[in-house]
């Protein structure tokens, strides 16, 4: 099982772009934020977005 920060980091590299919650299944959005937190601290960790 991939960790939350890979499942973003891949699909950022995927996509060419930030990911978004509609760029995932309702499962693995509820896993990165349990995991990360809410959305926009989540790309954070994962080092995708700047604080």
Do not use: H, Y
């Amino acid at each position: 099982m991939q960790t939350a920060v890979e499942l973003l980091v891949e699909k950022s590299k995927s996509l060419g772009r930030l990911p978004k919650k509609s760029d995932f299944d309702s499962e693995t959005v509820c896993f990165i934020k349990q995991k990360l937190g809410p959305w926009p601290r989540a790309l954070e960790k994962a080092g995708l977005k700047n604080e």
